[in-house]
């Protein structure tokens, strides 16, 4: 009989304090207001699906193993609406896979892309509420922490330091379990995430760098080792050694359209503009596959950031009509999905590029860019390129009223930039500021402020990098002091500067012409003749 009442009074303590405890199902109400993305998997790059090779162990149901190594494939190369299906799959195979909820939290995260919107900064939060009222192991609950402090009081904290807090997170993950090889990849990832565009040592990447060339050569065919080794060396130092990767990555993962692309970064730092070509074609057609199999009305934003990268290719082969073909067809492009910072770029540079590398002042100086009911109130660093497109064509024409009208406006955008406290987009429209500034003073035949601020602006874009969305900045500041100083007589700096400039940008077209000019001027006959033929194998045109 005591022991009866023992067993009650038991009883009764659980069904008190049960439901401060961890549950074992999480309702059906918490799994739909995620608004998980379900439905079928759709991938164009190649006939079959093909995303390498990745395996993740977990404590999930056996039944999900299938689907849950194929999100993380997806995961890795940053395939993220298929992804969150994939995971969504789990979730409904086993609501009580804590992984499956982590991978919904990580495929809203997309580190080394923009910041997530408020909508998945939410849904991540509200993966992660559900996972943490599960049992899990030990190693699962890690993962989960170290995604989980990325989406902590993300309404107060800064992007930066919750990448920093993954970082950590990571770091905690990798180091507790040495023998998790997929820690050690996430990790790199998380190293690569929370790197600044100033750190000129590159001390993050070089770390996640030494990570993965010590997985690699044993999965050699995982898509996250050689994707995230692309990104770790997509600087102008360290380019070389992700060369092998990027040669490697389109093969290992055909399926994805940016797969295809990404190893056109490592292609365009190192110059190698045939290859950069192919890769974004072939990105470019899978996209449009994907966007018509996907049902998305107008264009998928996966295209337009290839078509930025070949426009960029074919102009520094002097491949002009080829470059206006893409050109054309962008003008055709008014709907596009998602609508962000890519789709943004994209609008603004490609025909910014064209009409400033051809020289072509007076079509800069009026330049009109489509689709003229675009959101750019919304994007002011993208923006900001229109504006200095037409301050530089304008100036360069001689109409400085215009010049300084197109001024004014880039002004307006830096301020909003630093009102926003986006330090580095407000930092490169300071830059551009300062460029027309040197190029309006010199049509006003002040050379001396001219190079003074030409120099000011090259040096400051030196101590930054590229942001990752794009292939190079829309006209180098270096590169630009070179042709101020040819244009002033001054070839021995001009020359000077143009080396300069393609130790950064190798096989740039304009400054392999300006450096055989100005090594021309300075009797340096071998090496303008060097210069000129590596111009000429570009199939280069004077400009």
Known sequence: MKKSVFSLIFIALLLLYGCNQKTNRPSAEQINELNLKRGQLILCGSPSMQLGTAEFKTSCSQKTKGDFDLAIKLLHSFEYDEAEKAFAKVIDQDPQCVMGYWGIAMANFHPLWTPPTEEELQKGARAIQVARSLETSEREADYLEAIGSFYQDWQKVDHQTRCLRFEKGMENVYKKYPDDKEAAVFYALALDAAATPDDQSFSKQKKAGDILQALYPGQPNHPGIVHYLIHTYDYPELAQQGL???????????????????????????????????????????????????????????????????????????????????????????????????????????????????????????????????????????????????????????????????????????????????????????????????????????NRKALMLMQQAADREDKMQKHPVTPGEVLPARELLGDMLLQLGKPTEALAAYETDLQKHPKRLNALYGAGLAAKAVGAAQKANAYFSQWTNGTGHAP
């Open 244 to 446: 092998s990767a990027a040669r490697k990555y389109a093969s290992i993962a055909p399926s994805s359209a940016h797969a295809l692309h990404m190893p056109s970064h490592i292609f365009t730092r190192l110059g190698l503009w045939n290859e950069c070509i192919e890769s974004n074609l072939a990105s470019v057609s899978a996209a449009q596959c994907y966007a018509q199999a996907a049902g998305i009305k107008g264009h998928w934003d996966e295209e337009l950031h290839g078509l930025d990268y070949l426009v960029y290719a074919y102009l520094q082969k002097g491949d002009n009509a080829s470059a206006k073909k893409q050109w054309d067809y962008l003008k055709t492009i008014t709907e596009v999905q998602p609508v962000n910072f890519k789709v943004a770029y994209a609008f603004a540079a490609i025909p910014s590029r064209y009409v400033l590398e051809n020289k072509r002042w007076a079509e800069a100086a009026s330049l009109q860019v489509t689709p003229v009911d675009f959101p750019w109130e919304n994007f002011p660093w993208q923006a900001a390129i229109i504006h200095f497109t037409r301050s530089l064509g304008s100036a360069h024409i001689g109409n400085l009223a215009a010049a300084r009208t197109e001024l004014t406006q880039l002004d307006t955008l830096r301020q909003r930039l630093t009102e926003k406290k986006d330090t580095y987009k407000a930092n490169q429209v300071a830059i551009q500021i300062t460029i027309a500034e040197a190029w309006l003073s010199l049509k006003e035949g002040n």
